[in-house]
């Protein structure tokens, strides 16, 4: 028998596969790619040429995501398909832009 909590990201990017590609499906994917806390400190947009662009809160977080970016790049592939995050750009948000938490 094969325990559940194996089963459940093959159905999850089996789901999103048949999905279209739109910005809640990217941030769907980060997400469940990242974790709660990750997700919570950053926004991300995946542009036309494949770069996933994530604006972190500030430099910590942005070394974070630095740091597990060959990671989150294999969990997107899993998630989105093969070739469509090509690259991961990281950057810290103007303190202006900022969200509020």
Same mark, same amino acid.
């Given at each position: 028998?094969?325990?559940? =909590?194996?089963?459940? @990201? *093959? /159905?999850?990017? %089996?789901?999103?596969?048949? !999905?279209?590609?739109?910005?809640?499906?990217?941030?769907?994917?980060?997400? +469940?790619?990242?974790?709660?806390? &990750?997700? #919570?400190? +950053?926004?991300?947009?995946?542009?036309?040429?494949?770069?996933?662009?994530?604006?972190?809160? *500030?430099?910590?977080? !942005?070394?974070? &995501? %630095?740091?597990?970016?060959?990671? /989150?790049?294999?969990?997107?592939?899993?998630?989105?398909? @093969?070739?469509?995050? =090509? !690259?991961?750009?990281?950057?810290?948000?103007?303190?202006? #832009?900022?969200?509020?938490?």
């Amino acid at each position: 028998m094969v325990p559940v =909590r194996n089963c459940v @990201p *093959d /159905v999850v990017a %089996e789901v999103l596969h048949r !999905q279209p590609l739109s910005p809640a499906k990217v941030a769907f994917a980060w997400r +469940t790619a990242v974790g709660p806390a &990750v997700e #919570r400190a +950053t926004r991300v947009t995946l542009s036309a040429s494949g770069t996933l662009e994530v604006v972190a809160i *500030d430099a910590n977080w !942005q070394r974070e &995501v %630095e740091r597990s970016a060959r990671l /989150v790049s294999a969990r997107l592939e899993r998630l989105l398909g @093969p070739g469509l995050v =090509r !690259q991961i750009s990281v950057s810290v948000s103007p303190p202006s #832009r900022r969200r509020a938490r």
